[in-house]
């Protein structure tokens, strides 16, 4: 179950991380990607398990 | 004993280091064919084929205390795992459950048996294997009741989401369900037995170091550290049955979630 919040930070971390290496924003793009990946990983956990 | 010597000569493995997980070729050769591991991979596998054959030689009805311990083995696996968490089809699992169950108890008790002391579950190499097992099965159930497209459907698409959020989510769900899952398997119950692993030996052989000490206040303190190592071995005793329980029942959540009709 956690495994969504951490599947989302992870994901969405890399993908920022991936986008500032392309375009060098000073690592704002992690930031951005880390905390979507949080909020949808906390969404999609309660989808699947939530009443 | 010989460890008392080891004292006076200084040479301590000190400290304990990955090295301590490769053990070499007991036959002498040059590559990793036949260590430790192997060994008790074939010396679990002997222990458990045995003793379920002799449990079951003779069954009766008021089971004897072999038999009795066989079944509430096979029953814990069957009724509280495959058939609470999957389902009443999940029975049909139970014997695969029972089986990862035992294998993964025995090779992890291995770890504090003494003159063993080492369970192949510290080795990556042998969690993987067992991870890449329930991975394979998950995925195969879930194809094969759902058919591919539908399988993979239901396992990155969410009911009722809106439609901006989804590529978002499928992303997630993707890496969770294809990639993630069998990784964190197979490291939960390695990082456990390599950490259990050192843990015991930074206690054991940091008690011979202080022991070695040349002040004689810090020597007697080498009893605490033993006496800590022995408390260890018996915590060691419950997270090795405790992660084979914990690997089991998320092999059999992972069933549940491909066999599911819709979430």
């Known amino acids: 179950m956690v495994g969504y919040l951490i599947s989302g930070i992870a994901v969405w971390g890399v993908i920022g991380w991936l986008v500032d290496r392309g375009l060098h924003w000073g690592g704002i793009p992690i930031a951005v990607g880390v905390l979507v990946g949080a909020g949808l990983g906390i969404y999609l956990m309660l989808k699947r398990f939530g009443t | 004993m010989s460890r008392a010597a080891l004292v006076h000569s200084g040479d301590i493995p000190w400290p304990p280091s990955v090295h301590e997980f490769f053990p070499p070729d007991l036959f002498g050769g040059n590559g990793p064919w036949f260590t430790k591991f192997t060994l008790l991979v074939w010396l679990a596998v002997a222990l458990i084929i045995v003793f379920f054959l002799v449990a079951y030689r003779d069954p009766k009805m008021v089971p004897g205390k072999m038999q009795w311990i066989a079944e509430s083995i096979y029953g814990f696996n069957r009724n509280d795992i495959a058939r609470d968490v999957i389902g009443h089809e999940g029975i049909k699992f139970a014997p695969y459950l029972a089986t990862l169950f035992t294998f993964i108890a025995v090779t992890n008790i291995f770890s504090i048996i003494p003159g063993i002391q080492i369970s192949p579950n510290s080795h990556i190499a042998f969690p993987a294997m067992l991870a890449i097992i329930t991975y394979v099965l998950y995925i195969y ?121 819709e979430h």
């Open chain 2, 141 to 261: 159930w879930g194809i094969r009741r759902h058919g591919f497209g539908k399988f993979v459907k239901q396992s990155l698409i969410l009911p009722d989401v809106p439609w901006w959020l989804l590529p978002l989510l499928i992303v997630i769900e993707f890496a969770q369900v294809f990639v993630f899952r069998p990784i964190t398997l197979a490291l939960r119950l390695f990082a456990n037995m390599f950490a259990g692993h050192i843990v015991l030996l930074v206690f054991t052989l940091g008690g011979f170091l202080i022991a070695g000490a040349g002040n004689w206040f810090i020597k007697p303190i080498s009893v605490v550290s033993w006496a800590l190592a022995i408390l260890i071995t018996f915590l060691e005793a419950l997270i090795c049955l405790l992660q084979a329980y914990v690997f089991v029942m998320l092999t059999s959540s992972y069933l549940q979630t491909s066999l599911a009709e």
